[in-house]
Structures are given as structure tokens and as C-alpha cells.
């Protein structure tokens, strides 16, 4: 589950958990006869009754809430990053995969070994692996390209050449 989806349901359960509480709460205090405390219901009862379906206020709340809905809907469906990535079999009939994390692991290792790597970081996602090496070096050279066949040579000892593109960017800075 993506940041954003986390992010959206935490605000709609919180919502929806707060909205309940007041409903209990004004459904209460109508049952015992008292003034509503939030929501003035009786009001809006009244202005609700004047409505139809023709009003412009009843179809614009009414179009709100189906884009509100789409836009809910839209990063729900969107396919996240894989949890493992399917390796190709070495027995016909056994099928094996390979945690993302483990993938990324591997070739942050094939990554920083060429000289001149300080560091990298790894993303694999479902067609290709992003790598970033950082370099102490003023002058990279052919540094990008080293990395690039290092994780490449990696990739297709796991037969994953086929099915993901490294994308390697090297990036210079301060050594300490």
C-alpha cells in the first residue's frame, strides 16, 4: 500500500469515525428531546424538504460526490510496487520469486562494488531497477557505465535481465 493510500484512509477513517460519534451524539440528544448540538437538523430538514432532484444545489452536491469518489477511486486501483519479483525457473514445474527488498539488496551490493562508489541506493520496481551511486570522486569517468554493467552482470545472473532495465544515475559530492 502506497504512502498516498495510507495517508487517504487514515483521513477518511478519522472522518467517518468522527462523523459517526456526532450523529450518536445528536441522535441522543433529539431521543431525549434537547437542542441539537452541532447540527441544527430541524433546519436543515426544513431546507431539504424545499429540494428536489432538479435543484442546481442538490446536482452540484450530487456531482461533488461522484468526483469525490472518483479521485478516491483512481490511487486505490493504481498497482503499487511488487513484494517479489518472479524468478525464472531452474525446474520446470517449481516456481520461484525473489522479495523486492532481497532484489534491491543484492544490487545496491553489485552497485558499490567498482571503485569510486561511495554509496547507492536501490528501487526495484516492477520493470525496472533505479539505481543511484554516489561518488567522492570530482571526475566520475566512466563510473556510470561500470555500475551500469555491474548491476546488469548481476541481473542476469538472477535471469532478471530480460525482465528489468537498470536506470543508473551517478551523482557527485563532497567525500568525507
Not at 8 to 13: D, G, N, R
Not at 73 to 88: D, K, M, S
Request: hydrophobic share 50%; no cysteine; aromatic share 2%.
Amino acid at each position: 500500500m502506497t504512502v498516498l493510500n495510507r495517508l487517504l484512509a487514515t483521513v477518511l477513517a478519522l472522518a467517518l469515525l468522527l462523523g459517526g460519534l456526532l450523529a450518536v451524539a445528536e441522535i441522543v440528544l433529539a431521543a431525549l428531546g434537547q437542542e441539537p448540538w452541532l447540527v441544527p437538523h430541524p433546519d436543515w430538514t426544513a431546507w431539504l424538504a424545499g429540494r428536489t432532484l432538479r435543484s442546481a444545489v442538490v446536482r452540484a452536491a450530487l456531482a461533488g460526490a461522484v468526483v469525490l469518489g472518483l479521485v478516491l477511486l483512481v490511487p486505490a486501483l493504481r498497482r503499487g510496487r511488487p513484494g517479489a519479483l518472479p524468478l525464472p525457473p531452474r525446474v520446470p514445474s517449481v516456481r520461484t520469486t525473489a522479495s523486492r527488498k532481497g532484489i534491491e539488496r543484492t544490487l545496491r551490493a553489485a552497485a558499490t562494488r567498482p571503485d569510486g562508489v561511495r554509496d547507492a541506493t536501490v528501487r526495484a520496481r516492477r520493470r525496472t531497477v533505479r539505481v543511484r551511486a554516489a561518488t567522492a570522486l570530482r571526475d566520475p569517468g566512466d563510473l556510470q557505465s561500470r555500475v551500469t554493467g555491474a548491476v546488469t552482470e548481476r541481473l542476469e545472473e538472477l535471469g532478471l535481465s530480460g525482465t528489468l532495465r537498470p536506470r543508473v544515475t551517478v551523482s557527485t559530492g563532497a567525500g568525507r
